[in-house]
């Protein structure tokens, strides 16, 4: 009995583990959205098309950025424990996911031309370097880490 006990601890710390992780990356989510918002300048009507672009832009960079992540993560936890073969195969699954995000970049890049000037597409690269630079730099003075898949 007291075996099932340990095991259902485990399960809800790490279901409650979970659920913060999701909290704080909706929470930076919402506070990128709102830094964007704030900095760059938006007509009503360029608004109306950019942000949809920007929000499927966005949830497709953060799944490959997810599963990056998840392989480089199980790389580094195995790697001693590796074949070189499955270690130039999971090199290459990075180069591949690297590539897939310059493709994605180039991809909502063309696509936001459409809604917003190449001045401002600029200005949102900006914009989105100082807000990652400043979420750093409070998680820092708080003694925080980034989730994994939000950078």
Do not use: C, H
Not at 23 to 37: E, V
Not at 101 to 129: C, G, H, M, V, W
């Amino acid at each position: 009995m007291k075996t099932f006990a340990q095991i259902l601890l485990i399960l809800l710390s790490t279901s409650v583990f979970a659920q913060t992780g999701e909290k704080i990356r909706d929470k930076i989510r919402a506070q990128r959205i709102a830094f964007i918002t704030n900095k760059l300048p938006l007509t009503p009507a360029e608004a109306e098309k950019f942000w949809p672009i920007y929000n499927q832009f966005t949830a497709e960079f953060e799944e490959i950025k997810k599963d990056m992540n998840k392989l480089r993560k199980s790389t580094n936890e195995n790697l001693l424990s590796m074949s070189d073969k499955d270690i130039e195969i999971a090199l290459e699954k990075d180069l591949e996911n690297q590539q897939k995000l310059t493709d994605l970049q180039r991809k909502y890049q063309k696509e936001l031309k459409s809604a917003i000037s190449p001045r401002k597409i600029a200005l949102l690269y900006k914009t989105e370097r100082d807000f990652k630079l400043q979420l750093l730099k409070r998680m820092r003075e708080r003694g925080e880490t980034a989730p994994d898949d939000e950078f």
